[in-house]
């Protein structure tokens, strides 16, 4: 989409967490197409920057560095306010999984990092946009958890715990913050992205053939999720994980 074919502005603003390729890409993608103006992070700038590009550069702002840092967190919300004047949404999708294995042999230090990616810097985005914004203007939170967080997950084990810990977040979080801030998460299957490539990467047709619906995901299918949990459409939906999954979960219990 190129500048010239982009909607109006539609007045409000959103900050997307690991945002310059995949999952986020999509979800700004498609927040972008209906008028949103977006702050963007990751940790390159030069991804950032393409994105932006993409995206439309005079509606994205970009602003890089790891979630789990303060001081990073502190400064993407603190330049989205300073460019938009707001951050009526919050889509926290930064994650990391560097660990293939039994959780009975993990490193806890790779637990650690795990979480602080997963979980903690999803609490801190929340408590500085609540503070910055949300608090007094009202908003959306759209947490991005996994199907991983909703069973067991071998060999990625400690990934499932964290994705669990931020579906039990949006449900604390959707109850301190109602009425004025709607919390929400979105549990994927397998999307098609880098960051579970390894899942699916020489064995795609193989992997799709497990799902009901006979395809792996693609970002826009977590973009367009993503757009309604932040829209008018769900403003009577609070507390709740949508589970997008391709229908991988009707097979649950199939002998």
């Not at 951050?87 to 990391?96: E, F, H, P, Q, S």
């Not at 985005?125 to 759209?142: E, S």
């Not at 499932?160 to 709607?182: C, D, F």
């Amino acid at each position: 989409m190129t500048s010239t074919e982009l909607p109006p502005l539609s007045g409000k603003v959103a900050l997307i967490t690991g945002a310059s390729r995949g999952i986020g890409y999509g979800i700004a993608e498609a927040l972008v197409a209906r008028g949103d103006r977006v702050c963007i992070t990751g940790r390159g700038e030069d991804a950032l920057k393409e994105a932006a590009e993409r995206l439309g550069a005079d509606r994205v702002l970009t602003v890089a560095g790891k979630a789990h840092d303060d001081a990073h967190r502190a400064e993407a919300v603190e330049r989205t306010m300073e460019a938009f004047g707001r951050i009526d949404y919050l889509v926290n999708n930064a994650g990391t999984n560097p660990v293939f294995g039994p959780i009975a042999d993990l490193d806890l230090n790779v637990a650690r990092k795990v979480f602080e990616t997963n979980v903690i810097s999803a609490l801190g985005f929340a408590q500085l946009t609540w503070h910055a914004w949300q608090k007094d203007n009202g908003g959306a939170i759209v947490n991005i958890a996994s199907v991983a967080g909703l069973a067991p997950s071998p060999f990625i084990g400690a990934y499932g715990i964290s994705k669990a810990a931020m579906i039990n977040l949006t449900v604390q979080l959707a109850h301190e913050y109602a009425p004025r801030v709607r919390v929400n998460a979105i549990a994927p299957a397998v999307v098609k992205t880098k960051f579970a490539q390894a899942l699916y990467e020489g064995r795609e047709e193989e992997a799709a053939a497990a799902y009901p619906l006979k395809r792996l995901g693609v970002p826009s299918d977590i973009g367009g999720a993503a757009a309604f949990l932040t829209s008018d459409q769900s403003d009577w939906i609070t507390g709740q994980t949508l589970v997008v999954d391709g229908g991988i979960f009707l097979n649950a219990g199939v002998a």
